[in-house]
């Protein structure tokens, strides 16, 4: 079981900057993967980016060069700064840990979901 609290949403001008940060209850090391996915009014919950255990990242094409996902794992923490925010970026964020377990399957776990808002 793996409990993950995100924080650090808020209200910012296009343009700005905020950075997320999602606690996990355990070690994330032991965790396959951690991500930040997104849920913007009417449309369908997306990846924003991830990052393996082994450091490795991914992002989707509207955040590359302007989203940074890192880790630190001496807290238990994962991190999204995010830059140059855009109004497309207004969204629902929400932290996710995959734990994929050799004879077990693979579990996802969700946080409460943090609110983004920018004003243009």
């Known amino acids: 079981q793996v409990q993950l609290v995100e924080s650090g949403g808020g209200l910012v001008q296009a343009g700005g900057s905020l950075r997320l940060s999602c606690a996990a209850s355990r070690n994330i090391v032991s965790i396959t993967a951690m991500a930040w996915y997104r849920q913007a009014p009417g449309k369908q919950r997306e990846l924003v980016a991830a990052?393996?255990?082994?450091?490795?990242?991914n992002y989707a094409d509207s955040v590359k060069g302007r989203f940074t996902i890192s880790r630190d794992n001496a807290k238990n923490t994962v991190y999204l700064q995010m830059n140059s925010l855009e109004p497309e970026d207004i969204a629902v964020y929400y932290c996710?840990?995959?734990?994929?377990?050799?004879?077990?399957?693979?579990?996802?776990?969700w946080g409460q979901g943090t609110q983004v808002t920018v004003s243009s």
């Open positions: 996710n840990a995959k734990l994929v377990r050799l004879l077990i399957g693979v579990n996802d776990y």
């Open positions: 990052i393996s255990s082994g450091g490795s990242t």
